[in-house]
């Protein structure tokens, strides 16, 4: 009697059979389904063929809801190190300076991860860390990701056309208050408190315009950039819904 072997390996035997296709597979190929067991190919057509679970803001939801904050933080942390241990010549080719931009461009994204003082960098990753998880738990991996990138964008866009073509500016408190425009957006469109993001923002004000060395033009763009891109995903998901139901 011919004994039954795999058919993805031809030199083992085949113990059971994929309950979808039928086909002989071995231990090595048993992929445990809801009813016994299925081969390979077809244990991975049923996972694509499950409805992605989506957020409240549309995003896909997944298991481990803060990733991207955990990947920001630690490229902040490496740039970090590299700006103290290396020369100075590290940090004067990632801090934007406006009127390197048109031939450095570059510079309007570095700027955003680069920090020098630790209180500096211990601010900003600390308000990230508070911010970042709920809003990526909300918006999933790619939006937050896109919100994230733009606010940063947003703060040095601004910086680069409104501030001195000299002057030098790094850090992530424009990607930051990119968050939190993007949490007062979310927060007033749910119906939620907002008493605290006010506050926030309106600190934050007075101390851009007020203390020295502090771009108020990176914050301002960053803060409306994060929200017009959570507006922007409200409505995105607002459309969705009503079209879903018809």
């Known amino acids: 009697m011919t004994e039954t072997v795999c058919y993805r390996h031809p030199d083992r035997p085949a113990g059971v ?5 039928d086909r002989p597979i071995c231990p090595q190929c048993m992929n445990s389904a809801s009813v016994g067991f299925q081969c390979p ?10 409805p992605r679970t989506r957020t409240s803001l549309g995003g896909v939801a997944r ?3 803060q990733i991207v904050t ?10 970090f190190i590299a700006v103290r241990t ?7 080719d990632l801090v934007l300076v406006p009127f390197l931009v048109d031939s450095e461009p570059w510079r309007l994204l570095t700027s955003a991860f680069t920090h020098v003082q630790i209180f500096h960098i211990f601010s900003n990753l600390f308000m990230l860390y508070q911010l970042g998880p709920p809003l990526e738990q909300m918006l999933g991996r790619l939006r937050f990701s896109i919100l994230y990138l733009l606010s940063a964008l947003g703060g040095s866009v601004a910086v680069w056309m409104l501030a001195s073509p000299v002057s030098a500016t790094l850090g992530a408190s424009g990607a930051v208050l990119g968050l939190v425009g993007a949490l007062l957006v979310i927060s007033r469109a749910r119906g939620l408190d907002i008493t605290w993001i006010i506050a926030y923002v309106a600190i934050t004000a007075v101390i851009s315009f007020t203390i020295p060395n502090i771009s108020w033009e990176g914050h301002l763009g960053g803060f409306i950039t994060g929200a017009a891109v959570a507006w922007v995903f409200l409505q995105i ?5 009503s079209k879903a139901r018809t």
């Open 86 to 92: 290396g020369s100075s010549r590290v940090v004067n």
């Open 41 to 50: 190919s077809c244990f991975n057509e049923g996972v694509k063929s499950v």
């Open 17 to 21: 059979r994929c309950q979808r296709c």
């Open 237 to 241: 998901t607002k459309h969705r819904r």
């Open 63 to 65: 298991v481990n809801g």
């Open 70 to 79: 955990l990947v920001i933080l630690a490229l902040n942390v490496l740039v």
